[in-house]
């Protein structure tokens, strides 16, 4: 596994972190707000904790000077090593929406759904996500606040359509805005956008509605976990919302030929691959090999197979 530690400086005090998921670069990021109280969002899996660590550890952050620690969602890219960091850092206060927070104190449930999916291929991916101190978890509602310092707040609004324990994260004096996977994903290398639809909550007209509130909030900028920085805020949440609709209607026309899993996935990675230039002949395999790790076009497909079928 690839343990270099990868900072990267974004102005305004915040450096994302390369959290090495399952040994990727560039795959999952973290990002550290290093304010006058600092905060972690999304530490990643649990086996990137020891990475976050270092990264930490480099930006002059030890064990006792991390004041929280937040979760967009509970998924365990994002959060699998809440439970790692916070016996790491015993003075960080655990922010999660409501919805997520008892599995962050017993995460039992979360891990044997988590195996009955991934398989033996679990550990490699993620690891174990480790129980969290209850008493040392803040949950929040539609809206909370995390105190930064110095003035400085993050702010969270709830943001399901992915995940029903999803919110966004809005910094206050830089206007980040911490988006999770509730606008998808952002491949740097390509610059596309692409849905993240999983079982069992995805749910289109509440993802739509949540990046409403996102463009709402007037972002200035768009932090993805996948992955970094994007700065053309409009167009990306409206890509986004595009998105979105072209898959499920896709997945609509696959089930009215009445396809199977695989047959629906073929057919609507047939349709949409032109959409993104990830899918061109002169692209690195490996980079469209991470991605299919991370964002499979099975998982969208059948999270928009459930949905439709919730609802028929």
Same mark, same amino acid.
């Given at each position: ?16 972190i ?6 990727f670069?560039?795959i999952t ?16 899996t649990?086996?990137? !904790?020891?990475i976050?660590?270092?990264a930490l550890t ?8 991390? !004041? ?7 998924h ?6 809440v439970?790692d960091i916070a016996?790491m850092?015993?003075q960080?206060?655990v922010v999660v ?7 962050l104190?017993?995460?039992e ?9 991934y398989?033996?291929?679990?550990d490699t991916l ?6 969290t101190d ?8 539609d809206? $909370? ?20 324990h999803?919110v ?15 606008a $998808?994903?952002y491949i740097p290398e ?14 289109l007209?509440?993802a739509?509605?949540s990046?409403?509130?996102?463009r709402a909030l007037?972002?200035?900028?768009l932090?993805f976990a996948?992955?970094g ?5 409009d ?7 595009e ?6 209607d896709?997945?609509?026309d696959?089930?009215?030929?009445d ?8 057919m ?6 032109d959409?993104y230039?990830?899918t061109?002949?002169d692209?690195?395999?490996?980079l469209v ?16 197979m ?7």
């Amino acid at each position: 596994m690839d343990t270099t530690t990868t900072v990267t400086p974004l102005g305004g005090d915040v450096y994302e972190i390369d959290t090495r998921m399952a040994g990727f670069a560039g795959i999952t990021a973290g990002y550290l707000i290093l304010s006058d109280r600092p905060c972690l969002v999304e530490p990643g899996t649990a086996g990137s !904790a020891p990475i976050v660590r270092r990264a930490l550890t480099e930006l002059g952050v030890g064990p006792a000077d991390l !004041a929280s620690v937040v979760v967009t969602h509970i998924h365990l890219d994002h959060a699998g090593g809440v439970g790692d960091i916070a016996r790491m850092y015993p003075q960080a206060e655990v922010v999660v929406h409501e919805k997520g927070a008892r599995h962050l104190a017993s995460p039992e449930r979360l891990m044997r759904s988590a195996r009955m999916v991934y398989g033996d291929s679990l550990d490699t991916l993620f690891g174990e996500l480790r129980p969290t101190d209850a008493a040392r978890i803040r949950a929040v509602q539609d809206t $909370g606040v995390v105190d930064l310092g110095g003035g400085r707040r993050l702010e969270s609004h709830y943001s399901p359509g992915h995940a029903k324990h999803h919110v966004g994260l809005m910094d206050s004096q830089t206007g980040d805005l911490y988006v999770g996977d509730a606008a $998808g994903i952002y491949i740097p290398e390509t610059a596309d956008v692409r849905p993240a639809t999983p079982p069992p909550d995805f749910d289109l007209d509440t993802a739509l509605k949540s990046l409403g509130r996102f463009r709402a909030l007037g972002p200035q900028r768009l932090l993805f976990a996948h992955y970094g920085p994007v700065s053309e805020v409009d167009d990306t949440l409206e890509r986004s919302a595009e998105e979105l609709r072209v898959w499920v209607d896709a997945v609509r026309d696959a089930q009215d030929q009445d396809l199977d899993l695989d047959h629906a996935v073929a057919m609507v990675v047939d349709r949409t691959k032109d959409r993104y230039a990830i899918t061109r002949e002169d692209v690195d395999p490996e980079l469209v090999a991470k991605y299919e790790v991370l964002n499979s076009a099975e998982s969208n497909v059948a999270g928009i197979m459930h949905a439709l079928d919730r609802h028929a």
